[in-house]
């Protein structure tokens, strides 16, 4: 059996070679058969094959078979694709991601290929092909009878071995064969393989070929032309290592007409093989991919995430200790002066700072991963939704290498779909309208992802109909969300963010009037839970671009510091709107609250120490306020002093003390102090709930 | 005097501490060090037991205060206050206590169940009590000490209310 570790990683590279097909099919569609793309797709099918076939997984390596056969006809132009076809391909790319939910369980039914393999052997016979690959089809390994009769070389083996000679490599016809009561013998098959590569020796050809050899359909043995620097003996003797390998035989070929068909004989001297009859063009392709795959797979090695994030405390931990040292080797400096000793020291640390950070963007490195991943999903997706509604869409990626941290990806990929899914259904015009309007008939939806210091923004930009904010407005007073005053103070940027606040863009009550879907509260939460800002701008008539600020990370994030009392908190930068000095005596109170006035508009304070019920510090003189929050929800925090920004480790405070309402987390100072994060959300939502219950008891008053 | 050898069959070590004038023990294993009295961070809205956090070896760790877990009276820290850090459940937690003296073997015969009412604690977070060359130590039942917090904060959050009705 297979164990889960090998199965995992089987599925990892499954979901590799879908997104490789699905960005395939769509580039065909888009581009028709450019021969790169057919390669790519061809490579990935024939890979899927060769690993579910291995795994036992029958049906999802029938499958790929049948779509890997199709995909030879369209590399040598005997097919061409069509919309059909890809529609065909999605299908069977659907069929191929239902089995493989069958392999994680996901799905309790069993998927039957039958109808799409059918639908897939059809652009074959348009071909006018005969062979259908044989016993392929249905189900298990077995040798296609098409291949088993082309025993010889073609004129590419013969270039490739003419080349190998002329540079100094020995050419060899090797004969393996393998115990016959074998009960692997794909796995053997795949170590013979794998040991040539080691040994630095190119295997250019084999019979049977190798995705029939991975499925174990062969018989008591096999025969590969090899080209290598090692000579016969050291060949044979690196494969007679294998267990389960009975005999070896390895005969030079050394002019280019005595390469043939044909067993070789364990006696036979070097040349004294038979003349090549007939051709075998396509093993050559396939042999030289594998090894291509063989070497990718040494470069990079899979981790487990939470091996990268303990990895990343340690560094934190590391920083802070630097930190310390730096503090502790200019005390000495003071108390000793300059020194030789002294001058070592600060050397030291110096030179652990620099491999500190250095250590530690490695490692932030390592985490990241290019935002593709995300967007690599959209194309499909939108290509279906936009079908279904009967909308033209253009769809302009830019930016798809920018890199974020990976558990910033999985978070966000969510609010995009939903974010997409919005601009295609209630953002873009149907194309008559489109004409209408005096736009292009297609609509053109923009995914666009850069680097803004140590944020990433993304954006998903429509030029469709637009949200006007007037029609906000007019919702928001239709649901009483505020006071019609409040309303008509906003500008209109705030009130397009009123779609954004919880229920205002529910199915239940919005159809289409904004231009613009459903759950926009929602997806504002789930960016905000990862210290991110959404906004949006339109122009109504004209489009709409929403975008996401985000950390680059979520274990390190920009702070403000401040100070109360004794204590120092931290504000995640990115909840903070800006710091104002605070003239004690420019405090106002209306009705209980106290406000101020700032720029003409009035804000209201709340006092960190009141909240965190941490007495008053009573330097009354100078005050600071940090500015958090958006929109009408804007509120002062009053501190007693601005320590600063920095960069924080985010550390959690335990299971004991569970969630604190208003802390988020706490960071470890370069004094060794620990300062609290304070959760802004929580903040906000608590101000606001504060402030509905003053302002109910004073209505009630 | 005390064997150092090896634990022996039928003993137990115990880290001994004072506070508010009796002798508590916990079991040995259950400490993960002992550490001199640092500047703690107060947590705001944490239960009134709750000291703050400290930093211990780059992780943060939560620091309860004994005195007050057990309704005692307050007392300033000395210059013999430590915190033992212990380790619970797979928390690891500090507790504030006036000081440590020492490490003790002590042999289980020698350990009772606690009386109904002993020192200023309740029956029910201590595990016995044990006489131990004339004095008195009661040992300390960890896991219900810090188990019992979601308890512990529903009783702080009645007090509180309590204080603004009246």
């Known amino acids: 059996m297979f164990s889960s570790e090998e199965i995992q990683v089987f599925l990892d590279e499954l979901e590799e070679k879908i997104e490789i097909l699905n960005d395939g099919f769509l580039t065909l569609e888009r581009d028709g058969d450019n021969p790169e793309t057919v390669q790519e797709i061809f490579r990935a099918a024939h890979t899927v094959k060769g690993s579910s076939g291995i795994l036992g997984y029958n049906h999802m390596s029938s499958l790929t078979h049948e779509m890997e056969n199709l995909f030879s006809l369209l590399r040598d132009g005997r097919v061409h694709s069509t919309p059909h076809m890809v529609d065909v391909l999605l299908e069977s790319l ?37 062979d259908d690959g044989g016993g392929m089809v249905g189900n298990g390994p077995a040798a296609g009878p098409e291949e088993t009769a082309k025993t010889a070389f073609s004129d590419a083996v013969l270039d490739v071995i003419r080349e190998a000679v002329d540079q100094g490599y020995g050419a060899y016809r090797v004969q393996v064969d393998i115990d016959p009561g074998c009960r692997m013998k794909s796995v053997r098959a795949f170590l013979v393989f794998q040991a040539l590569e080691k040994a630095g020796v190119q295997v250019i050809w084999s019979e049977p070929p190798v995705d029939e050899l991975e499925q174990g359909g062969f018989g008591a043995g096999f025969e590969l032309l090899a080209v290598s620097e090692e000579d016969a003996d050291r060949l044979r003797g690196i494969l007679s290592l294998i267990a389960e390998v009975n005999a070896v035989t390895v005969v030079p070929v050394t002019a280019l007409d005595e390469v ?18 007939g051709s075998v063009l396509d093993f050559p392709v396939k042999q030289a991919d594998l090894l291509n795959d063989h070497k990718k797979a040494v470069r990079t090695v899979r981790i487990d995430v939470r091996k990268l994030d303990s990895l990343m405390n340690l560094v934190g931990e590391l920083v802070i200790e630097r930190t310390r040292l730096e503090r502790f080797a200019d005390l000495m400096e003071l108390k000793y002066r300059s020194e030789e000793m002294i001058d070592t020291l600060n050397e030291i640390s110096n030179h652990l700072g620099q491999i500190t950070s250095d250590l530690q963007e490695e490692i932030m490195k390592a985490r990241m991963l290019p935002i593709a991943q995300v967007f690599n999903r959209f194309p499909r997706m939108i290509r279906d939704l936009a079908h279904k509604l009967g909308k033209e869409v253009d769809l302009v990626i830019e930016g798809r290498d920018t890199e974020l941290d990976r558990n910033v990806i999985e978070i966000v990929s969510d609010p995009l779909l939903h974010l997409i899914r919005n601009a295609v259904d209630h953002g873009l015009e149907m194309p008559e309208e489109r004409l209408a309007a005096g736009k292009p008939r297609t609509g053109t939806l923009t995914l666009r992802a850069f680097h803004q210091e140590s944020h990433i923004v993304i954006i998903v930009e429509d030029d469709g109909r637009g949200v006007d904010p007037d029609q906000l407005r007019a919702k928001a007073r239709q649901m009483q969300l505020f006071d019609d005053r409040t309303l008509g103070r906003l500008s209109d940027q705030e009130a397009m963010n009123l779609i954004f606040y919880a229920g205002f863009s529910t199915a239940a009550n919005v159809t289409d009037i904004s231009g613009r879907g459903v759950g926009m509260d929602v997806v504002k939460n789930q960016i905000e839970q990862i210290s991110g800002v959404v906004e949006m701008r339109s122009t109504p008539g004209q489009g709409t671009a929403i975008s996401i600020k985000l950390p680059l990370t979520l274990a390190i994030i920009r702070a403000l510091m401040v100070g109360l009392g004794s204590h120092v908190y931290a504000f995640p930068l990115s909840n903070v709107v800006e710091t104002i000095h605070l003239d004690p005596a420019a405090i106002r109170m209306i009705r209980d609250s106290e406000v101020v006035v700032v720029r003409g508009e009035v804000l209201s304070l709340v006092r960190l120490g009141r909240l965190f019920r941490q007495r008053e510090t009573g330097t009354a003189e100078k005050l600071y306020m940090v500015v958090i929050g958006t929109g009408p929800d804007r509120v002062g925090v009053v501190v007693d002093r601005l320590v600063g920004e920095q960069e924080i480790v985010i550390k959690s405070l335990g299971d004991f003390l569970g969630r604190i309402s208003g802390i988020s987390g706490a960071t470890i100072l370069g004094d060794g102090k620990v300062a609290l994060i304070v959760d802004v959300r929580a903040l906000l939502a608590e101000i606001s709930g504060l402030q509905a219950h003053q302002g109910r008891v004073y209505a009630a008053g | 005097m005390i064997d150092t050898r090896s634990a022996r069959k039928g003993e137990e070590q115990l880290v001994v501490f004072q506070l508010a004038g009796q002798t508590y023990g916990v079991d040995i294993a259950q400490v993960f060090e002992i550490i001199r009295m640092e500047v703690i961070t107060r947590v705001p809205k944490a239960p009134s037991f709750v000291e703050g956090v400290i930093k211990l070896r780059g992780s943060i760790i939560p620091v309860i205060d004994l005195r007050k877990r057990f309704g005692m009276p307050p007392a300033e820290s000395t210059a013999n206050s430590r915190i033992v850090i212990v380790e619970m459940g797979g928390m690891t937690i500090g507790m504030v206590v006036d000081a440590v003296s020492e490490v003790l073997r002590i042999s289980r015969a020698d350990i009772e169940p606690p009386p109904p009412m002993v020192a200023a604690v309740d029956a029910a977070y201590l595990r016995g009590i044990a006489l131990w060359r004339e004095r008195l130590i009661i040992l300390l039942d960890l896991e219900k000490i810090l188990a019992e917090k979601d308890q512990a904060r529903l009783r702080q959050s009645k007090m509180e209310l309590a204080e603004k009705s009246a």
């Open chain 1, 94 to 130: 659907d069929t191929l991601k239902m089995l493989r939910d069958e392999v994680t369980g996901e799905t309790g039914r069993t998927v039957d290929i039958g109808p799409v393999v059918e639908r897939l052997r059809g652009f074959r016979q348009q071909a006018g092909t005969g």
């Open chain 1, 260 to 277: 043939g068909a044909g067993p070789v004989k364990a006696a036979s001297a070097p040349g004294a093989t038979p003349a090549p009859a």
